[in-house]
């Protein structure tokens, strides 16, 4: 299950349905799947009936990706970056959370819609900065920040996001994310996220052809 507004439901639907052909996804179920030492019996019958598939199709679909534009695919994205002060926006979304919309430049949003752990990743950073400064405060409690929804282009990505706030700490969490934003730490996970992977060749391509038009 997944907890997920009624108004984001066609959008996280579709990030799912993307996210399970990824070839991340699948390498993990096989490598979960791999047999412990306390796993003999169980490993020979698997071996006997399904060891050869599992193993064969995920190299057949990964060597060719890498070796079609090997140099180009893994080009470093130049780093991203953030006017926390005009590019970030946080409002009460109701007496008991809070939403923000953040706008990151030099930063690809379908790497974002295609690959949510890199989200997450993003979210978790901000989270962290938020509890830390909190703390500092004396404000206790749990603050996590859930990216529901990215949209954007090639060249900038909007972070939509809610964190469970009780109204009467509002301003004080509102002022705490606008100035996490700022931490050179966040924007510096921003940018690891935004890297290319090896099977994104195509967007990273895209990228450097927008980059020249302009």
Do not use: W
């Not at 907890?3 to 439901?9: A, E, L, R, T």
């Not at 002060?85 to 923000?100: I, R, W, Y």
């Not at 990743?121 to 603050?143: E, H, P, W």
């Not at 009467?168 to 510096?188: A, G, P, Y």
């Amino acid at each position: 299950t997944i907890p997920c507004d009624k108004s984001q439901h066609q959008t996280v639907i579709q990030s799912l349905k993307d996210s399970c052909k990824e070839k991340d996804f699948i390498d993990t179920v096989t490598a979960e799947n791999q047999p412990d030492e306390d796993d003999s019996s169980s490993e020979s019958d698997e071996e006997s009936k399904e060891g050869q598939t599992t193993k064969i199709s995920p190299k057949q679909t990964s060597v060719p990706r890498p070796t079609k534009a090997s140099g180009k695919t893994l080009k470093p994205s130049r780093p991203s970056t953030v006017d926390c002060d005009k590019d970030h926006t946080v409002t009460a979304k109701d007496d008991k959370n809070l939403q923000g919309v953040l706008v990151v430049k030099s930063c690809h949003a379908t790497r974002f819609a295609r690959k949510p752990t890199r989200c997450t990743k993003v979210g978790n950073k901000l989270g962290a900065l938020l509890k830390s400064r909190l703390d500092k405060a004396g404000i206790k409690g749990q603050y996590p920040v859930n990216i529901v929804k990215t949209a954007g282009d090639k060249t900038q990505t909007e972070f939509h996001y809610t964190i469970p706030c009780d109204k009467s700490q509002h301003q004080t969490v509102i002022q705490s994310l606008k100035d996490s934003c700022k931490e050179k730490d966040f924007i510096d996970t921003v940018t690891a996220e935004n890297q290319p992977d090896e099977d994104d060749s195509s967007s990273e391509s895209d990228e450097e052809a927008t980059s020249m038009y302009r």
